[in-house]
């Protein structure tokens, strides 16, 4: 045990030092940091601290004064900035944990002794009592009753953040506070382009907030909504009643204020040409549904479309409405089934709103996207591929947990 929490405390202190190095040398220097081997060298770390903290627990000859300052810190600094989301604004951010790192490192200077002198390492002297307390474990596990519950919830979450934030290009965030949905904002010339990440369900102020900021003028919506002219889903997906089961609003009852215009309107005069009665009718802005209809999709997604409509008709909960579609899923769709329809949804509609805003931006001064956020990362590579550069975001929180919270609280009291 000595020689693993020697090792521990060396790693520990080397790589708060390779840190503290890698976050000065693109400060001071145009060379590049050296990101890949700061990871391992981290994720080597934590690692070793799991063990370490449980034998805390078992081995009361490792002093926690000097070794729980170090593990806390190995798992809040990855931990801090889905925590705590201004400090990834924060340029020196990195510069200041990685000192702070350094200096837990030379903790045990001041608690470790060789002979007259201090020590890095715990020495040989410390293990000679002996290694086990039951007054020592029993605290310990009492502590870890409530410690290890909210750890492992925080590191669930921010682990589902982080796949979260890599399937829809950081378009969507799981914080402590709620759920969170990016709009970015592009610019090239006089013309803008906003990329709006959406989510079927969410709060109405969450609505309300993106629908309020649409500027009037020369100014265009590229709504979602897939439409069904030939009536081939037996079962309409409505999320209406899932958004009455959690409390929420369903995007449908969003409502953008302008004028209702058809795909062959983007290839009629442009904005600017239109007549007096036209221009008054112009001033809000021009909603255009740039997506698909349902007979564009294949077989498997229609059949999958139907069985959504189906379980959100017939459940009676949001939680059965699920179950009852995953097991729908397993019974009846294959994995080539899958790669059709998410082909189909995703891929096939994202095509066909970039055709609309590859007229829009030669028409308007400003196009708004707001779709889906798993949309947003085929979108946003070809809004860049067009030359438009990354201006501005802006985050908005489409369903609130603490509101949530608080207002079931309210509900049983009353």
């Not at 009753?145 to 378009?171: K, Q």
């Not at 949309?375 to 489409?398: D, P, Y």
Request: with cysteine; glycine share 6%; net charge neutral.
């Amino acid at each position: 045990m000595r020689v693993f929490a020697n090792l521990f405390l060396m790693l520990f202190l080397a790589d708060g030092g390779f840190s503290l190095v890698d976050e000065l040398v693109p400060l001071l220097t145009p060379l590049a940091p050296f990101t890949e081997l700061r990871i391992l060298m981290a994720g080597t770390v934590i690692v070793m601290a799991i063990p370490l903290y449980i034998c805390l627990g078992i081995d009361r000859r490792l002093p926690k004064r000097v070794f729980l300052p170090l593990i806390f810190f190995v798992f809040f600094c990855p931990l801090s900035t889905w925590l705590f989301p201004a400090l990834a604004g924060i340029r020196i951010y990195g510069l200041l944990m990685a000192t702070v790192q350094v200096v837990l490192g030379m903790l045990p200077l001041y608690y470790f002794h060789k002979g007259d002198e201090r020590s890095l390492k715990m020495p040989s002297e410390m293990f000679s009592a002996p290694f086990f307390s039951i007054r020592n474990s029993l605290i310990f596990s009492a502590v870890n009753l409530f410690v290890v519950p909210l750890a492992l919830t925080m590191f669930v979450l921010s682990v589902a953040d982080a796949s979260i934030a890599n399937y829809t290009s950081g378009f969507m965030h799981l914080t402590p506070g709620g759920l969170q949905m990016t709009e970015r904002v592009y610019k090239q010339g006089n013309r803008t382009i906003r990329l709006a990440a959406m989510i079927h369900l969410g709060n109405r102020e969450y609505y309300d907030d993106l629908t309020g900021s649409i500027a009037h003028g020369r100014t265009i919506v590229l709504a979602e909504g897939v439409s069904d002219s030939r009536n081939l889903l037996r079962n309409s997906i409505d999320y209406g009643k899932m958004a009455g089961f959690l409390g929420l609003t369903s995007q449908k009852e969003m409502r953008f204020r302008g004028r209702i215009i058809e795909p062959e309107d983007l290839e009629s005069p442009q904005p600017g040409s239109r007549s007096v009665r036209d221009e008054k009718k112009a001033e809000a802005a021009d909603i255009l549904r740039a997506d698909v209809d349902v007979s564009d999709f294949r077989p498997p997604t229609i059949l999958l479309l139907n069985a959504l409509g189906k379980s959100m008709q017939e459940s009676h909960s949001f939680v059965k409405s699920v179950m009852a579609l995953n097991s729908w899923g397993e019974k009846n769709i294959t994995p080539e089934m899958s790669d059709i329809i998410m082909d189909d949804i995703l891929h096939r509609r994202n095509m066909e709103v970039i055709r609309h805003l590859e007229k829009a931006i030669d028409r308007y001064d400003t196009v708004v996207i707001p779709w889906g956020a798993l949309h947003m990362k085929e979108i946003e590579a070809e809004v860049l591929k067009k030359g438009f550069k990354l201006q501005e975001e802006r985050e908005r929180v489409s369903i609130d947990f603490w509101k949530k919270i608080k207002i079931a609280g309210i509900d049983r009291l009353q």
